[in-house]
């Protein structure tokens, strides 16, 4: 059962525009969300996170948008950098001290 | 610079082997870390929670006589693949929070990429 999901496996986005990605749960006791970069061989690295008593958490490039009620949250990276290419994964988790449930990630493509 | 250390990064062995990874926190003791699988082109998934100075916590469907789990110290956790095979290939991650930051993210090793022959 996957209580997180990242419907879109791919993303390609052109250098300079907006990549959003989007995350959907099931859960409803998640109260709070992250979005981490990976790369390959590499473990996680925490981007920006969201508590469900906000429905917007802004830092630099990266805005996080939490629609509760429709459980969905999206991450908007813009500008887009080569650099941001990698896997993003959304994750969610209930209370502070507990588990992370990840999605299953979408690949970023930033193109020149 | 980081904050959780795994290793090895990467281990390559025979059918039958034991493997075992280590995961410590550099500079905060960790009472709780989790051990997290991720299978090619799929999503982490949380194995089991190891608690120091007890027995870990295991996912439904993680075998506990298989993934064996010994967390002695407040910065060491270690994660043993009991004759490891080929299906028990996969990345392996670890993750600590830090308690004196208990509403900050968790931290993240570099993982360790795991192959059986």
């Known amino acids: 059962d996957q209580q997180v999901k990242q419907n879109s496996p791919s993303l390609s986005v052109q250098e300079g525009r907006i990549s959003i990605l989007n995350c959907d749960y099931t859960?409803?006791?998640?109260?709070?969300f992250l979005w981490y970069k990976k790369y390959p061989a590499e473990g996680p690295t925490f981007l920006i996170s969201i508590s469900s008593i906000k429905d917007k958490n802004e830092d630099g490039r990266f805005t996080v948008f939490l629609n509760k009620s429709a459980k969905h949250l999206s991450l908007h990276i813009v500008p887009s950098q080569p650099g941001d290419s990698a896997v993003y994964f959304c994750?969610?988790?209930?209370?502070?001290?507990?588990?992370?449930?990840f999605g299953t990630g979408t690949r970023l493509q930033v193109t020149l | 610079g980081a904050v959780v250390s795994q290793h090895p990064s990467r281990v390559i062995c025979k059918s039958g082997t034991s493997v075992k990874i280590e995961c410590r926190s550099l500079?905060?003791?960790?009472?709780?870390m989790f051990w997290y699988r991720q299978f090619p082109k799929q999503s982490l998934m949380l194995m089991a929670t190891?608690?120091?100075?007890?027995?870990?916590?295991?996912e439904q469907g993680v075998e506990k006589d298989k993934f064996l789990i010994n967390h002695a110290s407040l910065t060491l956790s270690t994660l043993t693949v009991t004759s490891a095979h080929p299906e028990d290939s996969s990345f392996y991650i670890c993750?600590?929070?830090?308690?004196?930051?208990?509403?900050?993210?968790?931290?993240f090793g570099d993982g360790t990429r795991l192959s059986i022959l």
């Open positions: 994750a969610a988790e209930t209370g502070t001290a507990s588990k992370l449930t």
């Open positions: 859960n409803s006791m998640f109260d709070y």
């Open positions: 190891s608690n120091e100075g007890s027995k870990a916590t295991y």
């Open positions: 993750s600590a929070r830090d308690p004196r930051t208990p509403n900050q993210p968790q931290h």
């Open positions: 500079d905060f003791q960790a009472t709780t």
